[in-house]
């Protein structure tokens, strides 16, 4: 037997199998619902649509497989971000060794009140003395220091409601989608306030979001070598990107250089990001994650009536707009069945 | 038959076939060499190694897929830098619409230099002259129009020398090379001296490089919306990452957030970078592209004796690097076979 009628025996064989792989797959995807832990509503139906019009060939709103790019804030969004944004008390929890190293800040504020160990003192300090927290705990030291500082913190801290480490406090109906965007062509990308090193100490494991798919506030770093002749990087006081607000888009086209196709968001830190995505032309798809479940989570944003917060303002203003451009927003109460891996 | 037979069934016929077409592969590999514009010699045989030690399971050596990124310099080391980088060559043919928008500059240094035509007075501008004429040509417009611009420009501009757009004076050798690594699990990225807008435009098209996959010299944007009411990104004449020296390990971490495990420059510009890659343990590859064939390309570098240039600094003290560290220089005069992919 000559070899190519052997080749051509086995491309005919391959087809067949193929074949048969591909009906066994379409019947599997039938049966498979990518989003189980969605009731069906206004926000899956929206979500499902998306992805078919941007994904089936022939249709007017298919996006070319390297145009599918879906950007995801993540504190409120993606995980829990109450009482405080998990960043912070690791920030909060870096004080005394920060204070240990530089004796000086011991009598100085806010290092101070953080050192007093009064929490009701620390849950009032202005932004401002949040902020100098931030620059004198995430800067300073070597960046691989710093990843295996994240780590270790990470491995142990709890949050003291669930009684679980951060990373256990992941949205399971988000975690679904994000993997079923993934499935269908799209990257996803975080685009946080947060610190971009942070995060990208865990979203991998926790996300499946690579750390060259993290967009974060993001400090300056210093090359330089050490005793030893090798270079590191070291974390300095200087921030480049503060990716909130307008800083979402900006740091969108400085990291990506394209517009998404779809965002998501909870506050209006996330607002920008969303019209961004939102005027860029074709299906598009920008979702906001209202909490308004304080039993399974928590309830507040000022838009129908839910209390204030500090943290990821949904202002009646951006209600609003999100109802004027057509926004589509998830009720964390009707439209997820449940919340979290660990619950049924 | 049940079901489970059935797929049972499937499956070992998958099985044969893919085994089957597994040895047809390997095959197939044997007999095609995937830098075919290399000759045979130590630049070809540190590339194979390489990629055999790192990608094989089992080995030592081995990379996991995540963590294969790889980081090419552009000028010098993709594409042809000389007379002058292209993208400078843009800025000056800007020069006139930019004038005409604030005739102010007209009888302004060093503008008026430009605008006198006068190519060896042009040729001369220090470099303080140089990043003034990137800062007025390159922002103060919406980013689309600037790709707009940038794409007619890469349309219709020729290099002196070979009367071919530049976007054509890619190396054959760089390009499969790029292939190759991608080919085995490789994120290839740009890390370039040069704008990141610009070098954005054409990426994909050119290398197969995609936007979000480009980290270059990058000005700030601003958020704002226009008189429809729609947002859009306005250029800023304000550096946020100058990608050169140190900051091309700085912009790694960055944009990337790991750390290379090949790099690839021609300049002291890329010093850093190859270093930060080679320090990272485990199988390593620095190389640098050394400009030694005036015939074909361009000879220069003082070290080999070769002339000095205003642009692609291989200084003796890089040479001497290189061999203390055991990077490996690529002579394109011995090392490729071909140089351009419209040249025999």
Chains 1, 2 share one sequence.
């Not at 929490?119 to 705990?137: G, Q, Y």
């Not at 801290?157 to 993934?182: C, F, H, I, N, S």
């Not at 609003?320 to 439209?335: C, L, P, R, Y």
Request: one cysteine or more; a neutral charge; hydrophobic letters at 40%.
């Amino acid at each position: 037997m000559s070899s190519t009628s052997k080749i051509g025996r086995v491309g005919r064989r391959m087809a067949l199998v193929l074949s048969a792989l591909g009906l066994l797959t379409v019947a599997a995807q039938a049966q498979t619902d990518p989003l189980p832990s969605w009731n069906d509503g206004a926000a899956k139906r929206v979500i499902v649509a998306f992805v078919t019009d941007t994904t089936t060939a022939g249709r007017p709103g298919f996006v070319p497989h390297a145009e599918r790019i879906a950007t995801f804030d993540q504190d409120g969004t993606l995980w829990v971000e109450k009482p405080m944004y998990s960043q912070i008390l690791y920030c909060l929890d870096r004080v005394p060794a920060v204070v240990k190293a530089r004796p000086e800040l011991a009598n100085v504020e806010p290092f101070k009140t953080v050192m007093s160990g009064d929490r009701e003192a620390i849950a009032r300090l202005p932004l401002e003395d949040i902020e100098k927290i931030l620059l004198a705990t995430l800067s300073g030291m070597p960046v691989d220091e710093f990843v295996a500082e994240a780590t270790k913190w990470l491995d142990t801290a709890k949050d003291p409601r669930w009684k679980r480490p951060y990373t256990d406090l992941t949205y399971l109906p988000m975690q679904e989608l994000l993997r079923y965007l993934r499935a269908n062509g799209y990257k996803t990308y975080i685009a946080t306030g947060g610190g971009q090193d942070f995060v990208r100490v865990y979203a991998e494991r926790v996300y499946g979001i690579p750390p060259e798919q993290v967009v974060g506030s993001a400090g300056a770093t210093k090359y330089g070598y050490g005793k030893d002749g090798k270079p590191f990087l070291t974390k300095e006081p200087k921030l480049l990107l503060n990716d909130n607000d307008a800083g979402k888009p900006e740091g969108i086209h400085l990291m990506i250089g394209r517009r998404p196709v779809a965002a998501f968001g909870n506050s209006t830190g996330d607002r920008e990001m969303l019209e961004y995505a939102w005027a860029g032309g074709g299906p598009r798809l920008s979702m906001l994650v209202l909490h308004d479940d304080a039993a399974r989570e928590y309830a507040y944003g000022p838009a129908q009536g839910l209390p204030e917060s500090r943290v990821g303002t949904f202002t009646q203003a951006l209600h609003d707009e999100a109802g004027k451009n057509g926004w589509t927003v998830i009720s964390m109460k009707n439209d997820w069945k449940r919340i979290f891996s660990f619950e049924p």
